[in-house]
């Protein structure tokens, strides 16, 4: 260290990027562990009706087609139940979202869970699932958004 007045400057080395890497990943694995788990605790105890003003839940949906995507993804396209226009929400393409009965609480376990591929203007929203469920895709259903998932 040299000294300058009172000041004292430390020289700063670079650090070799496979030594960050290694450093930073449990900490992006603590944050990630973090979201998830807020996620979840704030959803099982958030009010659907307040979740939808907030935009985090879309209720009332019905899935209007299926189609099969690539590397063998299968897309819902949702619609509105009770109109021609998506509730208000806060729902991008990529966030990660779960899919269940309108009539379920967020407490209650998913019928599956999924990505936003495609939001058509306010009209409908698609997600692509790895797995879709084997029944439910005829009764009313929500959207609820989740923490995403960070990709290692």
């Given at each position: 260290?040299?000294?300058?007045?009172?000041?004292?400057?430390?020289?700063?080395?670079?650090?070799?990027?496979?030594?960050?890497?290694?450093?930073?990943?449990?900490l992006v694995d603590l944050?990630?562990?973090?979201?998830?788990?807020?996620?979840?605790?704030?959803?099982?105890?958030?009010?659907?009706?307040?979740?939808?003003?907030?935009?985090?839940?879309?209720?009332?949906?019905?899935?209007?087609?299926?189609?099969?995507?690539?590397?063998?993804?299968?897309?819902?396209?949702?619609?509105?139940?009770?109109?021609?226009?998506?509730?208000?929400?806060?729902?991008?393409?990529?966030?990660?979202?779960?899919?269940?009965?309108?009539?379920?609480?967020?407490?209650?376990?998913?019928?599956?869970?999924?990505?936003?591929?495609?939001?058509?203007?306010?009209?409908?929203?698609?997600?692509?699932?790895?797995?879709?469920?084997?029944?439910?895709?005829?009764?009313?259903?929500?959207?609820?958004?989740?923490?995403?998932?960070?990709?290692?």
């Amino acid at each position: 260290m040299a000294m300058v007045g009172d000041k004292t400057k430390k020289k700063l080395t670079a650090v070799p990027l496979q030594q960050f890497i290694s450093n930073m990943n449990p900490l992006v694995d603590l944050e990630k562990e973090a979201e998830m788990s807020t996620s979840i605790s704030s959803g099982a105890s958030r009010n659907l009706d307040g979740a939808q003003k907030r935009g985090s839940t879309m209720l009332n949906l019905k899935c209007v087609d299926v189609q099969t995507g690539l590397m063998g993804k299968t897309l819902l396209e949702f619609q509105s139940a009770k109109g021609d226009v998506l509730p208000t929400h806060k729902f991008g393409t990529h966030d990660v979202v779960v899919l269940k009965l309108n009539k379920a609480d967020s407490g209650s376990p998913a019928l599956g869970q999924g990505v936003d591929y495609w939001l058509k203007l306010d009209s409908s929203i698609t997600v692509a699932f790895d797995d879709i469920p084997d029944e439910g895709l005829n009764s009313p259903l929500h959207l609820e958004k989740v923490a995403n998932e960070l990709c290692n």
